[in-house]
């Protein structure tokens, strides 16, 4: 075998890992529990239900005979690589995240896992949870603590003007409600 040839499956090897780790340590090693538990159900379902179901799937696929035109066996071997990529992500970011809850000393000021409704210039109001990284939702309201909004707001309390940097210019919100609950 040509060293060419080796040197390229082992550079290929060695170019994921890096990317992956680099990939789970980025951004605030912060979570709340709830994030922390959906993360682990990820993994769990990942492992114990999605790749077995997909391995066995490849392992039918490749019985039919060539697998270089076998779309199944093509696809499920793509699908497996994803899940595999996925699980090492989730392992190695669940080990370097932090879960963090709130302390009776934060009530009232706007802090990491804070529910917060705030009032725009027009009277709108809106809510928000500030949350890690991992976790944002914009159906849910979760908001990143590195999203310009969150920024504004830590550390504020009920009553504070509070001004958030905006795509099309600033805008002034008053913190109407800080509360922390699951």
């Known amino acids: ?22 990939a789970a340590t980025r951004g605030t090693p912060y979570i709340t529990l709830a994030g922390y538990r959906r993360l682990q159900q990820e993994l769990e ?9 997909i391995t066995s799937e490849v392992a039918t696929a490749a019985a039919q005979g060539d697998r270089s035109e076998n779309a199944e066996y093509i696809y499920g071997k793509k699908k497996l690589r994803e899940i595999d990529r996925r699980v090492r992500f989730l392992s190695k ?8 809850e709130p302390s009776p000393e934060q009530a009232g000021k706007v802090f990491f896992g804070a529910w917060v409704t705030i009032e725009d210039e027009d009277g709108r109001e809106s809510t928000y949870r500030i949350v890690g990284t991992d976790e944002p ?3 849910r309201g979760y908001i990143s603590v590195e999203s310009p909004v969150a920024r504004a707001l830590l550390g504020k309390s009920q009553g504070d003007v509070v001004t958030i ?10 913190v109407v409600r800080v509360e922390y609950r699951e």
Do not use: I, Y
Request: aromatic residues 4%.
């Open 165 to 174: 940097q905006r795509p099309k210019g600033p805008t002034e919100v008053t």
């Open 137 to 139: 939702d914009s159906e």
């Open 45 to 53: 379902h990942l492992w114990h239900v999605e790749r077995p179901r």
């Open 93 to 100: 970011r669940l080990d370097v995240v932090q879960v963090v």
């Open 1 to 22: 075998m040509s060293k060419a040839f080796t040197r390229e499956a082992e550079g290929d090897n060695a170019d994921d890992a890096p990317d992956e780790t680099a």
